[in-house]
């Protein structure tokens, strides 16, 4: 009885809130979509005996995992070099490349994913430039292929892989790389038994993060592939759209949540700080012929002096750098961030087009398509309702998200872990399975179609964003400046208010300005709660990606490129007034 006497006082009273919508739009229904997948109260696996009886689902299946383990691969690829370079650059250079890899992963995806569709369409930049150097006489299949599934999957996942390898590496201390090769190590062997082991935290997150996340493509898939490079997830989306059989749907996305959940029961979901295989196993040398032993045991004797001369040889010297490899650095890196930049800037310019279709380069330049969209009802409706949700989204998130961010911060580690998990699950289970929950958390409650339903089923995801920067940000704060107030008699409110605020706002706004982001770029989960009855702009635009290609799609996709610099500017400007703020704090608290 003390106990739930003593609860409201305690800090993790703080996440209620935020659990509490979490439980009734998002966590009663996966379970009841999961009691629903087994026939429950009878419990049987026939639902996914059916889903597994069917070659063509096994073989969606299996295209899935493939599709997804080739996409992480291309990042793994592409993004570990650019982040090593950036990492070793200089400090103002490193925040430039940053700044250039943060751009494109805070544009909106459906603008990403149109800009593909314009550079590999058949009168798309490609086969233009192609046909323009007469080089082909017919455009090329680029667009509806897997190989521009791949393309913008890896254009959208990259920048996940390239900034926490990059938070990984800047943190690695270089000296030891240095001493290494004052050993008599080579560049390759000192990067390969040093460098590398310590950058494998950062790689394992990358790898995991995009990894699930491709798992439940939806969108780019859909726009990008043809027939025959269906995803998992735009078969589930199939079956809402045609049929709607509950019990079908819901062994379909926990198929798919399975992959999931067992790829991170496996790599990711280790708390107790250990990795896993960090143990070196014991080696064993295999079982060679005795001719072949015995000429090993030659070559081994003949390279052992050259290799004692050459390890003396290199013995205490620093390590040089080439400068071929710096040249070959810089052209790697300059070439990827083309790869993310470039697709945009296209999109910016073929949006002042005076043609009567998209064309690259511009036979001329005009506005039509910017008075198109301001003239037309349906575009400027779609994005003021997207701008009031987005809004409101942030605004809820932010303050149920902080709260639950501040409560778990002062709670113990093991209930800190197990909650951050629960809060985290939207935006880390695939987006259809978390769209079809939400549809039947807010069916319940008859919010369908309603704009307090969509901003409930956006702010499932916003809130995790929330929690996750603050949370970072709380890490770094030191608490003995609230028990400093507290001394000085001043009360919890005023504390917060004083101290705690001023010093974590830069994180509050960064959490707002994601949740905002996350609200505004939805598409699957607005597409199934809206009702056909509310109209966003992500919808909007959605629809005429996959019907009209109206022209018009362009300006607002041009539009929407320069959002995320506006954001950037908004963050720096609120962490480059806040320094004065938090000096005062500072000053003003006792040590």
Sequence with gaps: MKTFQHFPRTPVCLAVPALTILLVVFGMPIVRLFL?????????????????????????????????????????????????????????????????????????????????????????????????????SNPLPLLYSRFAVYIGMVHIMLPMMILPLVSVMVGIDRSLVAAARSMGARPLVAFWRVFFPLTLPGLRSGTLLIFVLCLGFYITPAALGGLRDAMLSTFIAAQVASSFNLAQIAASSFVLLSVAAIVLSLFGLDLSGKQKGTERPRRTSPRWPSSFAALKRCFIQLATSHRANRWAAH??????????????????????????????????????????????????????????????????????????????????????????????????????????????????????????????????????????????????????????????????????????????????????RRVTLPLIMPGIIGGTVFAFIHSFDEVVISSLVSGFSIRTLPLKMWENIRHAIDPTIAAVASMLVLLPVLWLFAIYMTWWRSRPERQRTLASVPT
């Excluded at 400090?91 to 990403?112: E, W």
């Excluded at 330049?365 to 809004?391: K, M």
């Excluded at 149920?400 to 002062?410: D, I």
């Design 36 to 136: 629903t997948s087994v026939n429950a109260p009878a419990f049987s696996v026939g639902n996914y005996q059916a889903f597994l009886g069917q070659p063509a689902n096994v073989r969606v299946l299996f295209q899935t995992i493939e599709m997804s383990i080739v996409a992480t691969a291309l990042c793994v690829l592409f993004g570990y070099p650019t982040a090593y370079v950036i990492a070793a650059s200089p400090k103002r250079l490193r925040t430039a490349l940053l700044v250039f890899v943060v751009i494109p992963y805070l544009t909106s995806l459906l603008v990403r994913t149109y800009a593909w569709i314009v550079i590999l369409g058949d009168r798309g930049l490609i086969n233009n430039a192609l046909l323009n150097f007469g080089l082909i």
């Design 315 to 496: 013995l205490y010297q620093p390590g040089r750098n080439d400068s071929r490899w710096n040249f070959a650095g810089a052209i790697f890196v300059a070439s990827v961030m083309f790869y993310l930049l470039a697709p945009s800037v296209v999109v910016i310019i073929m949006s002042f087009s005076s043609g009567a279709f998209l064309e690259f380069p511009p036979s001329g330049f005009s506005l039509q398509w910017y008075r198109s969209f301001f003239g037309d009802p349906s575009w400027t409706d779609a994005a003021w309702t997207s701008v009031q949700i987005g809004v409101a989204v942030a605004l809820l998130s932010t303050f149920v998200g902080t709260l639950a961010a501040y409560g778990l911060n002062r709670t113990f580690a093991r209930l800190r872990s197990s909650l951050t998990m629960m809060i985290l699950m939207p935006i880390t289970f695939p987006s259809i399975v978390v769209a079809i929950a939400t549809y039947l958390g807010l069916l319940n409650v008859g919010l369908i179609g309603s704009k307090t339903g969509i901003v409930l089923a956006h702010s499932i995801g916003a809130i995790g964003y929330v929690v996750v920067i603050v949370s970072a940000t709380l890490a770094n704060f030191d608490r003995r400046l609230e028990q400093a107030a507290m001394s000085m008699r001043a009360g919890p409110l005023q504390t917060a």
